[in-house]
């Protein structure tokens, strides 16, 4: 396989100094270990790590090399030395998210990807929410989404075609597909959405069938494992503890991801926008410059709701991400304060209830 069959372009290749960095190999990202990475030419794979210039010089964990990645390796080819990554190639696509915890810090989770199938099963764990929090993140990485809606087995034709309603209600314009992987209703339309030197990822949380869709599209010689699904919520166990990028056979790339175990909004405005742009083109006709949108008389916004043009429950996740991305914008100063405030109500609230009680 060629570098160009690989997914490499002259959007890459015009990043490269001749001069400087011509005695180097291009390599892409396909697995990342702790400590150390796998990188490939496309005929060969070996093991690299980040040059101690390189690690010193990243101002955090989004400039170290990430799956999908196109990187600059010393020492490729050479059997008795570790390859060394001197340098990343400015991706075209980042999906990331918000790390565990309250810091507002950035999880690198695949780069250069150019479709991102988001799943959503239609059994027990089926939410529409957390679907639309996945387009907003893949919307911002400036990745096309597209949404497969899983298990169609478990539904009734009519039942199926409410959950499509619902689905295309609260996302226009995004292409949903539905499909199983136990009967393989709809699985012959999805696999050739799949195009030869494209990269992709198949992202939802566990028990969805991300994994057994790329068993059904790999075939048995290319078995992924998988862990069996909780009957109680429709949650699987994470059967893939770390990305990789896997070719399949027609020559197109996946990055498989682990179930996404926190979906975080911090600065996604653009994300917003344009999975909410129904929303955004009433609010550029609101009359009120400033307009939150929530609770003002006389909104463009507002009126749309009351009318049935916009439904409640995708305009009321728009305000819900609108203020998750308002507060992750805060400075941390500004999140102390609020936390603080936030811990003497709570305790106003406990010493009000103890009185009440007697017990105060």
Not at 8 to 23: L, M, N, R, V
Request: hydrophobic residues 35%; charged residues 30%; glycine residues 8%.
């Amino acid at each position: 396989m060629t570098l160009e069959e690989f997914g490499y372009s002259a959007w890459f290749s015009e990043q490269i100094d001749p001069e400087t960095e011509a005695d180097l190999a291009v390599a892409r990202v396909t697995a990342i270990h702790k400590g150390e990475c796998e990188v490939s030419n496309g005929e060969e794979t070996n093991a690299a790590k980040m040059t101690g210039r390189m690690r010193h010089q990243a101002t955090s964990k989004l400039d170290y090399p990430t799956v999908g990645d196109w990187v600059l390796v010393k020492d490729f080819e050479d059997e008795e030395r570790i390859a060394r990554i001197t340098r990343v190639l400015g991706r075209q696509s980042e999906l990331k998210r918000k790390s565990s915890g309250r810091t507002t810090r950035y999880q690198l989770i695949a780069a250069n990807i150019d479709t991102a199938f988001i799943m959503q099963t239609l059994g027990p764990g089926y939410n529409l929410k957390r679907l639309e929090r996945y387009l907003v993140m893949v919307n911002e990485s400036g990745i096309e989404p597209v949404v497969l809606l899983s298990k169609t087995d478990l539904l009734k034709p009519e039942e199926l075609a409410v959950k499509m309603a619902e689905v295309e209600e609260r996302m226009p314009g995004i292409r949903v597909l539905p499909f199983s992987n136990v009967d393989q209703a709809g699985l012959e339309e999805v696999t050739a959405l799949f195009e030869p030197e494209k990269t992709y990822c198949v992202i939802g949380t566990s028990g969805v069938g991300k994994t057994t869709l790329l068993n059904s599209i790999l075939g048995e010689e290319d078995f992924l494992f998988t862990l069996p699904v909780r009957e109680s919520d429709g949650k699987g166990v994470h059967s893939t503890t770390w990305r990789e990028l896997i070719t399949l056979g027609n020559g197109a790339h996946v990055v498989d991801t682990p179930g996404m175990r926190e979906l975080g909004n911090l600065d996604v405005n653009d994300g917003i926008e344009e999975t909410f742009d129904d929303i955004m083109a009433l609010a550029g006709a609101c009359k009120f410059n400033d307009c939150s949108h929530v609770q003002t008389k006389g909104c463009a916004v507002i009126a749309a709701v009351e009318r049935g043009e916009v439904s409640e429950a995708r305009y009321n996740n728009y305000v819900r991400l609108m203020k998750e991305a308002a507060f992750h914008e805060q400075s941390a100063l500004d999140k102390r304060d609020h936390d603080k405030k936030l811990s003497r109500f709570y305790r106003s609230v406990m010493v009000e209830k103890k009185k009440n009680s007697g017990k105060y």
